[in-house]
């Protein structure tokens, strides 16, 4: 995959990709069509009819090619503690726990710094990196420890090459940075913890009477003043913890705002009001990894992304992306705010959800959002489904056909029956949410705040 970006110089990964050039689809094919571009209106409705594609595919990241070596094991480190690790900066990436990180590098200094992990630990930080300038780079306090469990490596006339895949494991905020004679960032890291709350009140006035344990029940219904959700049992059924809360002077709605499988319900319940061909069965059920999920796969801006990972309390992270999930409306350009997308189109081509990490043969990660239509957009170059992220489908460059920043791609099927035959993969990095508030779409009547689920 390549993107419309130039062939200037750009600093990734703190000098580790030097002179990244990211090229169009013509310059491999030595058939430049710039000036051939193409504006797209896209008026007619795409069938949202159900997919028949393999949506474990991107997941693998096939165009990573075969045979990579597979590591066993997992690396943990006790929240709280201080540890040194080598970083990884990336601009327009913030990873989170559980999310895939597909890399393909190339330089020395970040080839030789990934074999050292491999032989170590495997684990890395990884942090968000934004470009003022090649001498002024600002670096995000948050980040996430990155585990690598593939990869394979190859020598390309005496150049050698690593394509790696990992994943984001803990959440971390960085104490203090030094960078060594050989070019790479150490960084001493706090490990965040994950701080679980309970969804009534904790102390001896309340310990004699609401730690009742769970129990099952076939009704599915929250009709009795002390039950609280606490989610599904291994049957399928509601299960309740008792709370006595007729003793207290709060309402039952009051402790439902702290409680996270509400919160989880709610969550889940807006995303299917988006779309109902948007893939959320095989999320989550715990709360701290359902809200990793949520977070991963919601369009959010950097800002956004770095402000839910701060967050060290899964119900607080939940709240807040379910304020964020009511008030997304639709998606325009980072650069000139013109709509791209509405939040309706989006929908899931991949097991993991609708948004995943990929990687370019020039090294560059992308995290991809997958829509069915797009508007104001403008095509550049042919199609080719060389290196494809999705196999069957080939790749045009898209971009604002306003302002002329690099959107994303659009995905045309080269094999028959497959669905959709069209979609858009647009990079979260190069879109901005529209956050509606409830008052201003209805500022004469005076609403609950959408942060806070109704009761």
């Given amino acids: 995959m390549a993107d419309d970006s130039s062939d200037e110089d750009v600093d990734v990964q703190n000098g580790f990709l030097e002179e990244l050039e990211i090229f169009l689809p013509g310059d491999s094919e030595s058939d430049n069509s710039d000036s051939a571009a193409e504006i797209v209106q896209e008026s007619d409705e795409e069938q949202h009819n159900a997919i028949n594609f393999d949506p474990a595919l991107p997941t693998q990241h096939q165009y990573l090619g075969e045979e990579m070596d597979e590591f066993s094991g997992r690396t943990y480190y006790e929240p709280g503690s201080n540890i040194v690790l080598p970083l990884l900066m990336l601009p327009g990436l913030v990873l989170v726990p559980g999310q895939t990180l597909p890399l393909h590098l190339f330089q020395p200094q970040s080839v030789a710094m990934m074999k050292n992990i491999v032989e170590k630990d495997r684990t890395f930080g990884l942090v968000n990196a934004r470009y003022g300038s090649s001498q002024n780079q600002l670096l995000a306090a948050i980040g996430t420890t990155v585990e690598i469990f593939s990869m394979k490596e190859e020598a390309d006339a005496g150049i050698c090459t690593l394509r790696i895949k990992a994943m984001g494991r803990q959440?971390?905020?960085?104490?203090?940075?030094?960078?060594?004679?050989?070019?790479?960032?150490?960084?001493?890291?706090?490990?965040?913890?994950?701080?679980?709350?309970?969804?009534?009140?904790?102390?001896?006035?309340?310990?004699?009477?609401?730690k009742f344990g769970c129990q099952a029940t076939t009704d599915g219904a929250l009709e009795k003043p002390y039950q609280v959700s606490m989610g599904k049992n291994r049957l399928g059924k509601t299960k309740y913890q008792k709370v006595?809360?007729?003793?207290?002077?709060?309402?039952?709605?009051?402790?439902?705002?702290?409680?996270?499988?509400?919160?989880?319900?709610?969550?889940?319940?807006?995303?299917?009001?988006?779309s109902e061909t948007l893939r959320i069965d095989n999320v989550p059920k715990a709360p701290t990894d359902f809200s990793f999920w949520v977070a991963a796969n919601m369009p959010l801006d950097d800002n956004l992304r770095l402000q839910i990972l701060s967050i060290n309390c899964p119900t607080q992270r939940l709240r807040r992306e379910l304020e964020i999930v009511r008030k997304c409306s639709v998606l325009?350009?980072?650069?000139?705010?013109?709509?791209v997308v509405?939040?309706?189109?989006?929908?899931?081509m991949s097991l993991d959800g609708p948004l995943g990490a990929y990687v370019n043969p020039n090294g560059w990660v992308h995290e991809t959002l997958t829509f069915y239509r797009a508007t104001s957009v403008r095509l550049r170059g042919r199609p080719t489904a060389e290196n494809s992220w999705f196999p069957g489908y080939a790749w045009t460059i898209a971009?604002?056909?306003?302002?002329?920043?690099?959107?994303?791609?659009?995905?045309?099927s080269v094999k028959r029956g497959l669905n959709p035959s069209k979609f858009w993969g647009l990079t979260r990095a190069s879109l901005r949410p529209t956050l509606v508030y409830e008052e201003e779409s209805d500022p004469e009547n005076k609403r609950t705040p959408a942060a806070s689920p109704s009761p």
Wanted: proline share 4%; glycine share 4%.
């Fill in 332 to 339: 325009c350009c980072r650069e000139c705010e013109t709509k």
């Fill in 244 to 274: 006595a809360i007729s003793l207290s002077s709060w309402p039952r709605w009051v402790y439902e705002l702290y409680n996270p499988f509400v919160l989880m319900e709610l969550i889940k319940k807006e995303l299917k009001s988006w």
């Fill in 342 to 348: 509405d939040k309706n189109d989006l929908f899931s």
């Fill in 399 to 412: 971009e604002c056909g306003q302002c002329g920043n690099h959107l994303g791609w659009r995905f045309t």
């Fill in 171 to 210: 959440r971390f905020r960085i104490k203090e940075l030094r960078r060594q004679v050989d070019g790479i960032l150490q960084a001493t890291v706090h490990i965040l913890p994950e701080i679980s709350l309970l969804s009534h009140p904790e102390g001896s006035l309340w310990s004699c009477y609401h």
